[in-house]
């Protein structure tokens, strides 16, 4: 079992920056495609960014993508996105995803593990 524990969230003006951390327990963090997902008020979770277990593989969302970037320290088992250029619509709470796979997640599965979820919000 992994349990991930999210961070980094905060209240930022468009424009800025922020950088989401999640920790990830277990010893075989290294065996994990991790992604970020995230979830504005009244609408569905969808898909942000995903990298595979050796982070030499990563995919996003066409409306983050060259703004955001995902990455992974195996040896610190902790995977970042780090979000520029952030606007109102960003605004959502963020949630790290973990799914035992070689391959980058793009879609949830049952087998896979959340953290908690952490908010951004950004104001124009």
């Known amino acids: 079992q992994v ?9 930022v ?7 989401l951390s ?12 991790m992604a970020w997902f995230r979830q504005a008020p009244g609408k569905e ?10 982070g030499g593989g990563t995919y996003y969302a066409d409306s983050v ?9 195996n040896a610190k088992n902790t995977v970042y996105l780090q979000m520029n250029s ?4 960003d605004t959502a709470v963020y949630y790290c995803y973990a799914q035992n796979t070689v391959m980058v997640p793009t879609t949830a599965r049952a087998t896979g ?6 908010q951004v919000t950004v104001s124009s």
Do not use: H, M
């Open 13 to 19: 003006q468009a424009g800025g920056s922020l950088r």
């Open 45 to 54: 979770r969808e898909f942000v960014a995903g990298i595979n277990w050796s």
């Open 22 to 33: 999640c920790a990830a327990s277990g010893r075989t963090f290294s065996s994990y495609g």
């Open 86 to 89: 952030l606007k109102p619509e």
């Open 113 to 118: 593990y959340w953290g908690q979820g952490t």
């Open 3 to 11: 349990q991930l524990v999210e961070s980094g969230g905060g209240l």
């Open 65 to 73: 993508k060259g703004r955001f970037t995902i990455s992974r320290d």
